[in-house]
């Protein structure tokens, strides 16, 4: 990462922090058709709310030597979905997300179904 610990350079004189990524992250992925909510069950609607302690549980950076990241997300996945086309959408949803609002380039996004349940109301 930059000079700091979790902090990312976007241009010169701006940093962003990694809280901030994982919550772009968060969102755009819980944004997803087909998405309940990350792996340690925060919605979309908690996601901005939560401490990074809680969204590491379920989102992780990783920063390469050419600043580039990969994403691994854990999930919750809405029950009668096709599983491939909810993740490709979500991995596609979650690299453009973030590469347009950091200008950070995503090499990957990495997912893991947690588990398979009943799509909530709220949502």
């Not at 930059?2 to 976007?10: D, P, S």
């Not at 919605?43 to 302690?53: G, P, V, Y």
């Amino acid at each position: 990462m930059a000079n700091e610990k979790n902090v990312f350079n976007i241009k010169e004189g701006v940093v962003i922090s990694a809280d901030v990524i994982a919550v772009i992250c968060g969102l755009a992925a819980t944004e997803t058709d087909g998405v309940i909510a990350l792996s340690n069950g925060l919605s979309n609607q908690e996601i901005e709310k939560a401490s990074m302690s809680r969204l590491s549980r379920s989102i992780r950076l990783i920063e390469h030597s050419d600043r580039s990241l990969t994403v691994r997300l854990s999930l919750q996945i809405a029950f009668g979905n096709p599983i491939p086309e909810v993740t490709a959408n979500v991995q596609q949803k979650v690299k453009s997300t973030i590469e347009n609002m950091t200008g950070i380039e995503v090499k990957e996004v990495d997912i893991r179904i947690a588990s398979v349940g009943q799509k909530s109301v709220e949502k």
